[in-house]
């Protein structure tokens, strides 16, 4: 179930938290809009799953993925309303389970060496590496690639527009999670003006 396949042609994906389900369509549309066709929407809310759900029925072209997994139900209330893809912090043996069980792609997270090779040995090479700065950011990639060569990451947490193109210069870094794209308070806001912004400035990294 490792997601690479399917990410792969993915350099930046806007990880967004929403509050308000009526916020979701517009927001997807303005990201879309922008030249973001992958979304990853984060379980952090009450109405997340409507907004994945919503989201993937509005744009069944666009790759709409759910974030911050962190149970086997979660996982699969991902699944039923219509994500492409999954995302967790961290890795357990329940959450490997159930990506198989529910032939969903997953990116599980890991920091550690061990927690790396853990994965690989499950047949994960796309791996969330969060929290990113906190955790050591590009240094810390650079330093685990010598050693860990196979693995490609997933880094999010932290990064900025201005962090961004470091990130995405490591061999090592298949795509990076952009929360910046898409801040919590112009969501709320409903301020799409601003994140279509932020989200056409964030495609001309990559371009």
């Known amino acids: 179930m490792d997601a690479t396949n399917l990410l792969k042609n993915v350099e930046i994906v806007p990880v967004v938290v929403i509050d308000d389900p009526k916020s979701a369509l517009p927001l997807a549309e303005t990201l879309i809009q922008a030249g973001f066709s992958t979304i990853e929407v984060t ?3 009450p109405h997340a799953l409507v ?12 790759c709409i993925g759910a974030g911050s997994v962190r149970s086997a139900l979660q996982f699969a209330q991902a699944r039923d309303a219509g994500a492409r893809f999954a995302v967790s912090p961290g890795a357990s043996d329940s959450l490997l389970d159930a990506a198989a069980k529910h032939n969903l792609p997953f990116v599980p ?7 790396i090779i853990r994965l690989q040995d499950c047949g994960y090479s796309l791996i969330k590496f969060f929290p990113a700065e906190l955790a050591g950011g590009v240094n810390m990639l650079k330093a685990i690639g010598a050693p860990l060569p196979e693995a490609r990451f997933f ?11 470091e990130y995405l210069k490591l061999p090592n870094v298949a795509c990076l ?3 910046w ?27």
């Open 43 to 45: 379980l952090r809310t």
């Open 51 to 62: 907004a994945i759900e919503n989201s993937a029925k509005a744009f069944p072209d666009a």
């Open 109 to 115: 997270g890991a920091v550690t060496a061990s927690e």
């Open 155 to 165: 880094p999010t947490g932290g990064i900025s527009p201005d962090l961004a193109p």
């Open 177 to 179: 999670g952009g929360s």
């Open 181 to 207: 794209i898409a801040p919590v308070g112009l969501v709320s806001a409903r301020d799409f003006k601003s994140i279509s912004k932020l989200a056409k400035n964030a495609r001309l990294l990559v371009t």
